[in-house]
């Protein structure tokens, strides 16, 4: 089975500053991993996903992720941060067949005006 | 609106008593699956079903919840003998069948709060 680990509960950044958001995983073969963002008060929603195709993964609200097998690793970053993006952040590995999800822990992002 | 819904979307109760809730998907998918989420984490999978069969089940889910899938459309969620432990978010989540992994769409989450 999958499993993916959030290094960091909580990133703050300056507005109009990068964000990296990290992840690591570990599975026994090439996965399939997601990117999940959870607004406050809201439903969560898929930013990106990697499913073995291109390494480098574009989501949605300029947000990207890298696949790296070397490193076992799936950070998510964005060049400029929002202030819209602050939210929750979750990593998150499906399982192969059924695709039960299992989120890693979550990073809380704050945006510094 | 074409998304999940779920229903109610904050629900208090008193300890020992029963509730249930609702999850009506998206038309079109034959997958649901059921998520609890405790303050600070991560979602945590409960059951799932295919159509109107459930396949699986985690070992979260003792035999106060059970969960159906009648008619392979909505679903619903019950939780029988309340426990201030049980206090979460209940998530549900639909998509379609595959080969390669698909998003799941969730709704926004029913709130349980068990004083």
């Known amino acids: 089975a999958q499993s993916v680990t959030q290094l960091d509960s909580h990133v703050s950044v300056s507005e109009g500053t990068p964000v990296l958001l990290r992840c690591n995983y570990s599975?026994?073969?090439?996965?399939?991993l997601f990117w999940y963002v959870q607004h406050p008060n809201k439903g969560l929603q898929l930013l990106l996903k990697?499913?073995?195709?291109?390494?480098l993964v574009k989501g949605i609200n300029g947000f990207e992720a890298e696949f790296k097998k070397s490193e076992t690793s799936f950070h998510l970053t964005k060049p400029s941060a929002h202030m819209s993006d602050a939210a929750e952040y979750f990593c998150?590995?499906?399982?192969?067949?059924?695709?039960?999800?299992?989120f890693g822990t979550g990073t809380r992002l704050t945006i510094i005006p | 609106d074409t998304g999940v819904s779920q229903d109610p979307r904050h629900k208090i109760t008193k300890r020992g008593q029963n509730v249930t809730f609702r999850c009506d998907p998206i038309?079109?998918?034959?997958?649901l699956y059921w998520y609890r989420q405790t303050l600070g984490q991560g979602p945590e999978f409960l059951t799932y079903?295919?159509?109107?069969?459930?396949?699986?089940k985690s070992r979260l889910l003792s035999d106060r919840f059970s969960a159906e899938r009648p008619k392979g459309s909505f679903s619903t969620l019950e939780i029988q003998r309340t426990e201030q432990g049980d206090s979460a978010m209940y998530l549900c989540?639909?998509?379609?069948?595959?080969?390669?992994?698909?998003?799941?769409?969730f709704g926004p989450g029913t709130r349980l709060t068990v004083l």
């Open positions: 990697y499913t073995s195709a291109a390494t």
């Open positions: 599975s026994s073969y090439s996965p399939s």
């Open positions: 038309s079109e998918h034959n997958r």
């Open positions: 989540a639909s998509s379609l069948e595959s080969y390669s992994a698909r998003e799941q769409f």
């Open positions: 079903f295919q159509n109107e069969a459930q396949l699986e």
């Open positions: 998150v590995a499906p399982n192969f067949g059924n695709e039960k999800l299992t």
